[in-house]
């Protein structure tokens, strides 16, 4: 199930190690065997549903909570036994946690003075967060007088301002609206570029994910199902799990008929469709099959014709466009009542609801899975 | 505008209902504190002569209050005792009501409730329990003279006791308020200061002291102004060189009946009170105490 492709390069330009960490809360195994390093400068998500481990395994190499066994290396220093505030970590919280008696300057600057950092070299540095955030003009403000997208900097500019070896960031954008969301998904993988300060990303929305990261980690049930590239992880999901959770896709269950090379035949509602062949898989296996949106091409019925070799088709009536603005969804009921979702450009489309349609796609794409 | 006539003819109607709710509360406020108030207030420039009150307003009362050294070290005492026990309550309240509010999970209202078991009985029944712990003949000195050891002599009948009365009487009252202040603290900013390079003693000086220093000093003022004016505590305990002001106060309106004179040390109490409360309210900052903070 797990399968790990950690890519680590030079034990120098790691900036953190975490080997075999593992942490129960009772009988419940929050985080259970867990292996990842993650490069200097690297921009690394940690993606997953609520209560699959990944905010335990951020405040593990925090330091708020301690493992059962494993070991944390931050910056190649082995911080396993060490308490937080030797660790030169930054965090970034959901609900922000800014001090509310201290004004915006004060949160700022609270991680320099902790640190005994001199007079002059604070202002220096928080001159230079205030311009890095854009908080100009609400040094004195306290974060009540704060709106939500300027909390979130504030807390930001904490989190940067002693430049620490590593920046968690645990939801940081899920207290934000839409529009502001967008935006500062832009803003942070700015600063991280700029900076070159590795951050761990916790999040348990995959557009963010894909949005921001370098490599995203799935994880489930306090294991990493899957971890790599974000394209990888997106075009090639380790597991059915990964395949559902990233992107949004249509999954198809069925067993196989008969297999030939690289390819399977399956039996689904009733119909035949070729699909990328398991390992090992042999007919009379089950197979879940998920292929996404996007990768589904969706003409006009009348215009039927052989969609080519290779290729599967699925004939049935178009129930409802679903307009996005770059994208449209166009949701297909076969005959047999399942709907299958096609997403495309709504360009020329002379589609309209109640038109007899075909779905299609070729054969090589897609991801199947033994059930 | 039928809309605005109507919302024109209920608004006084609400008003006035809420004004029913008000009214019984302000008129016992009214009737029970501020007459009285007034009425010491008015006394104290008043003449007393064998147990009668004579209206001839004359300055006599305070002339003897600023004159006579017995007041001066009376309030000196009365004053240094209560800063004495609001200093040892805070220090002894603070890590009971801190335990309380972060480990006491499920169990928090019944340790809270028990802090509130010496009030089951009355004021005197407590003290004279400790008498009874103090005392020559009390359980401590008992103890100590069937071992053949020196008595504790400290503890009886000295203004130490009373200060240890004091204690033991109004600490519910400050592991109360620090309590309270304590349950609405985010102790998630801890952990946020603590990931910010801050030692524990550093993240409790720079956050939760201030963050929690309105409610210890409503628990600070709830030990010192009673304190301030105890009369019976110093009386059971203190012995004979602990006479307070509040005991010299209850003497005056007693055994000698001069109501005058207590009047004006009644006018002094609440004058030093006050002052009390005042100096205590220039350390708070609404702003810095977080109270306009963001709300979790």
């Known amino acids: 199930m797990t399968s790990w492709s950690t890519e680590g390069g030079s034990a120098a330009s ?85 001090f509310p008696h201290k004004t915006a300057g004060e949160n700022i600057i609270f991680p320099l003075r902790m640190q005994r950092v001199p007079r002059d070299e604070r202002d220096e540095r928080l001159a230079w967060a205030l311009k890095l955030l854009r908080l ?236 | 505008m039928a809309a605005i006539a109507q919302t024109l003819r209920v608004r006084p109607r609400r008003d006035f209902r809420f004004a029913w709710l008000v009214g019984p509360g302000v008129a016992f406020i009214v009737v029970a504190l501020l007459v009285p108030l007034l009425a010491i207030v008015v006394f104290s420039f008043w003449r007393t002569e064998s147990y009668e009150l004579y209206a001839d307003w004359n300055l006599g009362n305070y002339r003897t209050l600023l004159t006579e050294p017995a007041y001066h070290i009376f309030l000196a005492r009365s004053f240094i005792g209560a800063v004495a026990v609001s200093a040892i309550c805070l220090i002894y309240a603070w890590p009971v009501a801190y335990f309380i509010a972060r480990y006491g999970g499920r169990y928090r209202l019944l340790l809270v409730l028990m802090l509130a078991a010496p009030f089951f009985t009355g004021v005197i029944l407590r003290i004279t329990a400790l008498q009874g712990l103090f005392g020559p003949v009390g359980l401590i000195n008992m103890t100590l003279g069937e071992l053949g050891l020196p008595l504790l002599t400290a503890l009886m009948y000295t203004q130490l006791a009373a200060v240890v009365g004091h204690v033991y009487l109004f600490m519910p009252f400050m592991v109360t308020a620090v309590y309270l202040s304590l349950v609405n603290f985010d102790f998630e900013l801890l952990e946020v200061a603590k990931i910010n390079g801050a030692r524990p003693w550093r993240a409790f000086v720079e956050i939760t002291w201030p963050l929690n220093w309105i409610g210890t000093a409503i628990g600070l003022v709830l030990v010192f102004i009673p ?64 109270f306009t903070g963001t709300r979790a």
Request: a neutral charge; one cysteine or more.
């Open chain 1, 136 to 371: 100009d003009g609400l040094v004195e403000r306290y974060p009540n007088e704060l709106s939500g997208g300027q909390q979130q900097r504030v807390a930001l500019a904490r989190g940067l301002i002693s430049r620490p070896a590593l920046l968690l960031l645990d939801e940081p954008l899920a207290n934000l609206d839409r529009e502001l969301r967008a935006e500062m998904e832009v803003e942070i993988r700015r600063y991280q570029r700029e900076l070159q300060i590795p951050f761990v990303y916790v999040t348990h929305n995959q557009e963010e994910a894909l949005t921001m990261s370098d490599r995203i980690a799935v994880m489930r049930n306090g294991v990493f199902e899957q971890i790599g590239p974000r394209e990888e992880v997106y075009t090639k999901p380790a597991s059915a799990f990964v395949a559902s959770f990233v992107g949004s896709a249509n999954r198809l269950e069925g067993r196989v008929a008969e297999v030939s090379g690289s390819e399977a035949c399956i039996e689904w509602n009733g119909t035949s469709i070729l699909v990328p062949r398991p390992l090992d898989t042999a007919p009379g296996d089950r197979i879940l099959f998920s292929i996404k949106f996007e990768d589904v091409d969706i003409s006009s019925g009348e215009e039927g014709g052989d969609p080519g070799a290779g290729r599967n088709r699925l004939r049935g009536r178009l129930r409802d466009v679903i307009f996005k603005g770059q994208t449209a969804n166009y949701i297909v009921t076969l005959p047999d009542g399942v709907e299958i979702i096609a997403s495309g450009t709504p360009r020329a489309q002379t589609l309209r609801p109640g038109d007899a349609v075909v779905a299609h796609w070729p054969a090589t794409v897609g991801a199947s899975f033994k059930g």
């Open chain 1, 14 to 98: 790691v900036a953190l190690s975490l080997r075999s960490i593992r942490k129960h809360f009772g009988p419940v195994k929050a985080v259970d065997g867990v292996e990842l390093h993650v490069a200097q400068g690297e921009f690394f998500a940690l993606l997953g549903p609520s209560g699959s481990g990944k905010t335990t395994l951020l405040r593990i190499i925090a330091g708020l909570e301690r493992p059962d066994s494993g070991t944390v290396v931050v910056g190649g220093q082995d911080v396993t036994h060490q308490p937080p505030y030797g660790r030169r970590i930054g965090m970034v919280f959901q609900n922000f946690l800014l």
């Open chain 2, 227 to 290: 304190c301030l004016a105890s009369a019976v505590t110093p009386r059971f305990l203190g012995g004979p060189d602990a006479t307070s002001f509040g005991m010299s106060l209850a003497q005056q309106f007693g055994e000698t009946g001069t109501w005058a004179l207590g009047s004006a040390m009644g006018v002094v109490l609440f004058g030093v009170s006050c002052l009390a409360i005042l100096g205590m309210s220039y350390t708070i900052n609404l702003r810095r105490g977080g």
